[in-house]
């Protein structure tokens, strides 16, 4: 059974061409581009926390760097480089062989070298530093946007979260919405060129992480205004609930909890001039997704976020978001 130093260099030492200096010494080298400033990202992924024990490792792998990558992605970021440390409970060359395949795969996707880490004995525990390069004062910020502009969001927000709940066995989804839903929270796909694209168009911008409130909500705090949701501009989970006879009432409510609350999407979320509105429809053909227009910014006490039904009447919604510290 090989050491540390061994499984470093049986599964994670591979060619970095875009770094000066890649693993095996102390520090990586990496020079940026010219003119560039560097985007620098970390997150941490615990086992029972962000991701089930049993998770498939080679889906875990991806996912480990890809929610890194989003946060590139919310800044309108070009990833460069990566380091993964990591803690496991014991050696299991399959298990480590899958993950890395996982994680190199999605390093290759989106143009990233792994340029080094580390390893030790523990509780399984992910930690990913990743870094880009975006143009001066180019950058999406959390601080830019202003009342009146528009709330856009990427994709399907809550696809994932119940994903999530169809594994713990909270709800039985409806064919084919399990292996879509799961497919979002195991195998997320970091919306970078979606970023890129935003850059000079966008006011403000965050992935969903912690849910689409919660985030949207650390837009206004930092932008000094509120938002207005609306439900009827959300994208709907089509067919999910069924109709008719077979119409769900409890899984329509989890559905809605999931799309505004649940989180783990890693969908960016953003603010928009409404006076660059028909821009957005052109992004996302040329991309390939679906762009929703949810609501406007308006004046209010900073990160307040309020729902409002058809009838354009606030709703009370009792969850937000995730907060690993809250109740």
Not at 37 to 64: E, I, N, Y
Request: proline letters at 7%.
């Amino acid at each position: 059974m090989p050491g540390e130093f061994g499984l470093i260099a049986k599964y994670f030492a591979r060619p970095t061409p875009s770094a000066v200096l890649g693993p095996g010494d102390d520090c990586a080298l990496i020079q940026p581009s010219p003119g560039k400033q560097l985007a620098v990202t970390t997150d941490m992924l615990v086992a029972g926390v962000h991701f089930l024990p049993d998770t498939d490792p080679g889906r875990l792998g991806w996912k480990a760097l890809a929610v890194n990558l989003s946060d590139l992605a919310a800044m309108g970021a070009t990833p460069r480089w990566v380091t993964l440390a990591g803690a496991l409970p014991a050696v299991d060359e399959a298990w480590i062989a899958a993950f890395a395949e996982g994680f190199f795969g999605c390093a290759r996707e989106y143009g990233v070298d792994v340029i080094g880490g580390d390893t030790t004995r523990g509780p399984l525990n992910l930690c990913i530093t990743a870094i880009g390069e975006v143009d001066p004062g180019r950058a999406l910020r959390r601080d830019g946007a202003k009342p009146g502009d528009e709330i856009w969001v990427s994709g399907r927000p809550g696809l994932a979260a119940l994903g999530l709940a169809h594994l713990q066995g909270k709800v039985k989804l409806p064919e084919p919405w399990p292996r879509l839903c799961v497919a979002a929270l195991e195998k997320p796909r970091p919306r970078v060129a979606l970023g890129q694209a935003l850059t000079g168009i966008a006011s403000a911008a965050i992935d969903v992480s912690d849910g689409l409130l919660a985030d949207l909500a650390h837009i206004g705090e930092r932008s000094g205004c509120a938002a207005a949701v609306r439900l009827v501009q959300l994208p709907q989970l089509r067919d999910l609930a069924g109709s008719g006879d077979h119409y769900d009432a409890d899984l329509r409510r989890l559905a809605l909890d999931c799309q505004l609350a649940g989180g783990d999407d890693y969908e960016l979320v953003f603010t928009v001039p409404a006076a660059l509105h028909t821009q957005l429809g052109a992004i996302a053909a040329r991309l390939e997704l679906p762009l929703w227009c949810i609501g406007e910014m308006v004046d209010g006490d900073a990160g307040t976020v309020t729902v409002f039904d058809p009838d354009d009447q606030p709703v009370d919604i009792a969850r937000k978001g995730y907060d690993h510290f809250g109740q």
